[in-house]
Nanobody, 118 residues
Framework: QVQLVESGGGLVQPGGSLRLSCAAS????????MSWYRQAPGKEREFVAR????????LYADSVKGRFTISRDNAKKMVYLQMNSLEPEDTAVYYC???????????WGQGTQVIVSS
């Protein structure tokens, strides 16, 4: 079955960096776009970034553009989110996600917590 396992979260000071990783299995990874979403306490889950199947095209939320970089390694079935210049407003649980067109369903990982605080 489809599994998405995030790692790399933690506590970081404002201005710092973190790199999140997502290990995927159970589907044809190289055929699917991969995304990162986040959910802050008391807020709805929101889109952060997406990388298309070949990795050549990326999309970002305005709030992270220029600070975050999404990438993927199709050989390793991994997707990454490099987060720089972190702000307290980036504090959230970050989720790896994919929408499989063939089955019309979105899959989510369990999430990894990012806390940006001094």
């Amino acid at each position: 079955q489809v599994q998405l396992v995030e790692s790399g979260g933690g506590l970081v000071q404002p201005g710092g960096s973190l790199r999140l990783s997502c290990a995927a299995s159970g589907f044809a990874f190289s055929n699917e776009a991969m995304s990162w979403y986040r959910q802050a306490p008391g807020k709805e889950r929101e889109f952060v970034a997406r990388v298309m199947d070949t990795g050549g095209r990326t999309l970002y939320a305005d709030s992270v553009k220029g600070r975050f970089t999404i990438s993927r390694d199709n050989a390793k079935k991994m997707v990454y989110l490099q987060m720089n210049s972190l702000e307290p407003e980036d504090t959230a649980v970050y989720y790896c996600s994919t929408y499989r067109v063939s089955v019309g369903r979105t899959y989510w990982g369990q999430g990894t917590q990012v806390i940006v605080s001094s």
